[in-house]
Every structure is written in structure tokens, then in C-alpha cells.
């Protein structure tokens, strides 16, 4: 009778993709995106629902205003649970980090590296659903000419801090909604504006803020 045990290297990819199933996600689905920064024909195509999530989490760090998917596109077609050299980030202090997919890692991060598991993921759910819409509302904008809008937001947020997406469109009522949206968005990624959706879902009630202001 043939034995039903597993080796060990089995049992841990078998627990990844009972996770990975937990989560809602498939490790098979592919994902075209338009990094907003990048260049309008630089697309990137991702191969896993997990891959997907960890773009909307780097898009979305705060202390990461530079992201450079050189090395994912040097892989572009290989999917798997394997290790992933997913980009090269640049901090706030001009620091350059290697970002590194791990979905199974336990160990924390060392200097120079930044490793993405499914514990960093999972902690950023609502930071990944909110750029889930950010992403798509500066792409939306990439015909258009958005520095009078940017400079417009920066004004009125400079004379009175903290505001809503609704109330600064309010404000501005003059310009284009999509395109006040747009801006904002930008200002996020740009990391000149600071916000709330880490904790609460992007949405006309989200508060931006100018960085130090806060």
C-alpha cells in the first residue's frame, strides 16, 4: 500500500496555497497594471492575486516615493511561491531597498531588504483596497494636464490643513471632480500628501494632509 505522507517541502506549499485560498486569492490569475509613475506603455503583468496585492501595497507605502519594477519585469511570465525579487525602492531619505516577495517568510526584514509575507499583506487590507481605486483614479488622468489642479489643492490645503476628497471637490468646484481626484491621488503617490487610507476605505470622506503638517 502506497504511503499518503508528504515531504516536508510538500506540507509547506501545501499550507501556502491552503492560505492563499483563505485569503480569497488565486495563485493562477494574471493582472496587467499601469504602474501610475512609470511611463504610460510600462505595463507590468503579474501572475498571482498575491502578486497583484503587494503592487497595491508598495504603490501604497508612504516612506516609498520611488518604486522601480525592473527586476519583476526581468521575470515577467514565471509565477509561483518561490522568492521574488519584486522591486528596487527608493525611501524618503534616499535609501535603496530591495524589495523581495516571500509569501511564506517568518523572518523580519534586514537592512537594505524589505520582505513581503502574507502576515504584511493580511495587516494591509484596507491599505491594498484603497489603492485598489487610487491606482485606476491617477491612470484616468494620464491625458489630462493636472499641475493647476495640483497647485489648486496644495493652496487650499496649505491655508487650512486636513480636509475631505468631498470638501477639497467642493472648493474647487470649477475644476473637473475626476480630475481633483486625480490630483489628490497623485499627491499620494507622489507622497506629498498624507492620508487615512491605511484605516478607512478611499472614498469622498478620505482626509489628505500635506506630509508635516499632521
Not at 483614479?137 to 490643513?161: E, M
Not at 474647487?172 to 507622489?190: F, W
Request: proline letters at 7%; glycine letters at 6%.
Amino acid at each position: 500500500m502506497a504511503s499518503s505522507s508528504k515531504t516536508p517541502a510538500q506540507q509547506q506549499r501545501n499550507k501556502y496555497m491552503a492560505s492563499v485560498r483563505a485569503r480569497g486569492a488565486s495563485g493562477h490569475n494574471l493582472w496587467f497594471v499601469a504602474p501610475p509613475l512609470d511611463p504610460a506603455e510600462s505595463s507590468l503583468t503579474l501572475c498571482s492575486d498575491l502578486e497583484f496585492e503587494t503592487f497595491l501595497y508598495l504603490e501604497g507605502s508612504p516612506d516609498l516615493p520611488g518604486l522601480d519594477y525592473g527586476p519583476l519585469r526581468l521575470q515577467e511570465g514565471t509565477a509561483g511561491p518561490n522568492p521574488r525579487h519584486f522591486a528596487t525602492a527608493t525611501t524618503l531619505n534616499g535609501t535603496r531597498l530591495d524589495i523581495e516577495l516571500r509569501p511564506e517568510a517568518t523572518q523580519p526584514s534586514i537592512a537594505g531588504r524589505r520582505l513581503i509575507n502574507l502576515a504584511v499583506l493580511t495587516a494591509a487590507k484596507i491599505r491594498i483596497q484603497s489603492w485598489r481605486a487610487i491606482v485606476p483614479a491617477i491612470n484616468r488622468c494620464r491625458s489630462h494636464t493636472l499641475n493647476p489642479v495640483i497647485f489648486r489643492c496644495r493652496q487650499l490645503l496649505q491655508d487650512s490643513g486636513e480636509r475631505t476628497i468631498l470638501n477639497i471637490s467642493r472648493e474647487l468646484a470649477s475644476e473637473d471632480t475626476a480630475l481633483v481626484v486625480g490630483a489628490l491621488a497623485t499627491m499620494l503617490r507622489t507622497r506629498e500628501l498624507l492620508s487615512d487610507v491605511d484605516h478607512q476605505p478611499w472614498g469622498p470622506q478620505t482626509r489628505v494632509w500635506e506630509r508635516g503638517h499632521g
